[in-house]
């Protein structure tokens, strides 16, 4: 009997917390969210069930204070006792925010304790960039913690500030952002309902997505969604929204597509090859699920990245 895997999503400092707390709203098919933070009064804000105070007695609950270093200590004094937590799972997505002190600190160290005690885990991070306007010093943060999370992780998710403002720029703030927790909450989403179901078919496995790290470890993700009758346009625009990235270096795509019954499995066939051809992959994996709404929805990732900060 084929046995599910069990899944984690762990949020690391504010920016992974808030990411988290949405992620929740959606009904994540995980069997853990946590949030973990150095400072109380915002980690208690989270509506979590499961919340991780680290570094007690390096930043007493108020929080690393932009300090990478002390980010790295507190998880480092809390580190046996969250591993035990996490140590037991077949995949860790941890999602964190760089150039400040927990999620750029904390996580690589997070990340690294899991591969020691769990080598077989899968660890999937999603990172989110800080904008350039704020600054070379917090660049200059966050490309080594980057460097270290790459070193303790599989595929590493880029998710930058400045092309959620080149996308969404023209929406109010509060919306923009909300945009950006959206693409990231339906492609997460579809993949852990891929990987723990049979809701998508062909089913997908953990060893396709470990296939798609031997391509290079930094990946992006997004979706796009028509209704059934603009169904050909979708491969266009895929290839609008890659614009802002460096398309020639992709290599490999997971892509997951929704639609309703009547949609022709020739023209599922078709959608993906139309993708595979147009970027020139090496290596495409898919999987389709059947919904009732009149909608074709393309959830993917596309490994291969060229990593700026």
């Known amino acids: 009997m084929l ?14 917390c808030n990411i988290v707390t949405s992620l929740a709203e959606t009904r994540l098919n995980v069997d853990k969210l946590m949030a973990i933070n150095t400072d109380t009064l915002s980690l208690f804000s989270f509506p979590l069930h499961d919340r991780f ?27 046996d006792e969250l591993i035990n937590d996490l140590v037991y799972f077949d995949v860790l997505i941890a999602i964190c925010g760089l150039g400040k002190g927990t999620g750029g600190g904390a996580t690589p160290v997070i990340l690294k304790g899991v591969g020691k005690r769990n080598p077989n885990c899968f660890r999937l991070t999603v990172t989110v960039l800080p904008f350039r306007f704020e600054g070379g010093y917090r660049a200059d943060l966050a490309r080594t913690s980057l460097s270290e999370i790459e070193e303790n992780s599989e595929l590493v998710v880029l998710v930058k500030n400045d092309d ?19 693409y990231l909450s339906v492609f997460l989403k579809a993949l852990t309902l891929s990987l ?5 078919i062909p ?10 790290s031997d391509l290079g470890k930094f990946c992006l993700v997004d979706y796009v969604s ?14 609008h929204k890659l614009e ?12 997951l597509l929704e639609g309703p019954a009547e949609l022709p499995y020739s023209n599922v ?41």
């Not at 105070?53 to 580190?79: H, M, N, P, Q, Y």
């Not at 959620?164 to 959206?182: K, N």
């Not at 398309?247 to 795509?253: F, R």
């Not at 495409?284 to 490994?303: C, D, H, I, P, R």
């Open 244 to 255: 802002i990235y460096d398309v020639n270096s992709l290599k490999g795509v997971l892509a």
């Open 269 to 309: 066939k078709g959608l993906i090859e139309a993708l595979a051809s147009r970027l020139s992959l090496e290596r495409v994996y898919w999987s389709f699920k059947q919904v009732k709404a009149n909608l074709v929805k393309l959830s993917y990732l596309g490994a291969g990245v060229k990593p700026s900060v």
């Open 53 to 79: 105070l680290v570094g007690k007695t390096v930043t007493f609950g108020l929080g690393a204070g932009g300090d990478v270093v002390k980010g790295r200590e507190a998880a480092i004094e809390s580190l």
């Open 203 to 212: 089913r997908l496995g953990v060893e396709d997505l470990r296939s798609l």
């Open 164 to 182: 959620i403002a080149s996308v969404y720029g023209v929406l109010p703030s509060r919306y923009a952002l909300a945009c950006a927790d959206t």
């Open 196 to 200: 723990t179901t049979g809701d998508y």
């Open 3 to 16: 046995r599910k895997p069990k899944i984690a999503v762990i949020g690391v400092g504010n920016c992974g």
């Open 226 to 239: 028509v209704k059934l009758e603009n169904l050909n346009i979708i491969p266009e625009l895929i290839l």
